[in-house]
């Protein structure tokens, strides 16, 4: 092959993939094997068992693990932007934290979403997004302040946990369980303070809130973790949000990923893989992450 012939085709691979994020550089890589080394990413993240990334105020969820959102489908906004609605109401958005060391066997309502890149492994040219707090179970957050870490509407000392003393995961139990007559303990919860500035250091407080989620009793609904996170700044572009992958966890997620897919490579040039997640069971199984080449939609389209 000669030398203007490897240029037009770099341009041409370029075309179908070009944008895509930091992983996808390597031309000309088959789609294959490059969303196989995602999924191989997610699982590495998911066994690693670090509590800080470099020093107790850099959280595991900057280099570790994998902060996940499951997402709908809208006419009004992109599935990967925020709703409208709770950016209105002054509300960040929420995500899951998906860990060997704090396993959830289900996420919020909708069997497809997004995965984001660790604070840390944030592609140039990408937003990164600021993580704001953590609760051990769904933290009902449609109903408290500050962007959604604050006091619950309905519930005095619901405030962040760090305001109240509470540093630990014991101490968070005892706080979770003092009134066994509430219908809904995860509405009286306190948050893990994950700001700078905050009273306890964000590792150490990242720790204790997945140390906390093995410990709480485990209802049938509203049992994911719940990590908030601050939205990106108004006009941010689909090239620079900082997906990793989209995911879904059962069949009927499927088609609504595959558009999602194909909506993110319209707006951005980015192939971003789909992959499936086989969330974990408590005791039992670890999760999984498969890429399937079948689940993706073909690019270009002939």
């Known amino acids: 092959m000669t030398a203007s012939m490897n240029v037009l085709l770099g341009l041409f691979l370029t075309a179908i993939w070009g944008g895509c994020n930091a992983d996808y550089q390597d ?39 994998i902060l996940l959102r499951t997402t709908t489908s809208s006419t009004e906004f992109n599935t990967w932007e925020p709703n409208p609605a709770t950016v209105d109401a002054g509300l960040g958005m929420s995500f899951s934290y ?27 040219g990408r937003v990164t997004l ?28 619901s405030q962040a946990c760090d305001v109240q003393g509470i540093t630990t995961a014991e101490q968070f139990l005892e706080h979770y369980t003092r009134a066994p007559e509430l219908a809904y303990p995860h509405q009286a919860q306190c948050a893990f303070n994950l700001r700078d500035g905050a009273l306890q250091p964000a590792a150490d407080a990242f720790e204790q809130m997945l140390r906390a989620t093995n410990l709480v009793p ?29 995911f879904y966890t059962a069949p009927e997620g499927l088609p609504g990923a595959q558009i999602d897919q194909r909506n993110f490579f319209d707006k951005s040039g980015i192939m971003l893989p789909i992959i ?11 999760a999984a992450f498969e890429y399937i080449e079948g689940d993706q939609v073909t690019f270009p389209e002939s």
Not at 133 to 152: I, L, Q, S
Not at 218 to 242: C, F, K, L
Not at 276 to 286: Q, S
């Open 276 to 286: 499936k997640i086989t969330l974990p069971v408590r005791g039992g199984r670890d």
């Open 218 to 246: 485990h209802a049938p609904v509203n049992d994911q973790n719940e990590v908030m996170i601050d939205n990106p700044p108004q006009g941010t572009s689909a090239r620079e949000w900082p997906i990793e992958a989209i």
């Open 130 to 157: 600021n993580v704001l707090c953590a609760f051990p179970v769904d933290g009902a957050t449609a109903n408290r302040d500050d962007k959604g870490c604050g006091k619950h509407r309905l519930h005095e000392g």
């Open 98 to 124: 998906l860990s060997v060391l704090g396993p959830i066997e289900m996420l919020y309502k909708h069997a497809k979403g997004l995965v984001i890149y660790p604070g840390q492994q944030v592609p140039a």
């Open 27 to 65: 031309y000309p890589l088959p789609r294959s094997t490059l969303g196989a080394e995602v999924a191989k990413r997610l699982d590495q993240r998911y066994h690693d068992r670090r509590t800080d990334c470099g020093a107790r105020a850099q959280a595991a969820y900057l280099c570790a693990g």
